[in-house]
Every structure is written in structure tokens, then in C-alpha cells.
């Protein structure tokens, strides 16, 4: 039971860690003037469709097989 308490103890930190990340980036990419504007908004929408599409498709595609 020692062992899935601490795996669990470790994937809190991860979540709080991805927090943290996470506003970092979004600060630096404020500082972006470019990302300011309508065609860095739509550019940054794009990239994130289509990675988050690429990454399902691989994570069903692995756990089917």
C-alpha cells in the first residue's frame, strides 16, 4: 500500500507542477507582442487543435494494442 501512496503523493506534485508551468508559459507568451493579435491567437489555436489531436490519436492508438 506504501508504494500507491507514494505514487500518489508524486502525481499531486506533478498536477502542481503543471500549474506552475503552465502560468509561466501563458506570462511569457503575454509578453509576445505578436500573441497579442488576432493572428497569433488563431496561430496558437491552431497549434494546440492539432497537437492535442495528434496526442489522442496516439494515446488510443497505444492503448488498444
Do not use: P
Not at 491552431?46 to 492535442?52: D, E, F, R, T, W
Amino acid at each position: 500500500m506504501k508504494n500507491k501512496s507514494h505514487l500518489v503523493f508524486w502525481e499531486l506534485v506533478l498536477i502542481l507542477a503543471s500549474v506552475l508551468v503552465f502560468r509561466g508559459l501563458w506570462l511569457l507568451l503575454d509578453k509576445v507582442e505578436w500573441m497579442n493579435h488576432r493572428a497569433g491567437l488563431w496561430a496558437s489555436l491552431a497549434v494546440g487543435v492539432i497537437v492535442c489531436i495528434l496526442a489522442l490519436v496516439t494515446v488510443n492508438r497505444d492503448s488498444s494494442e
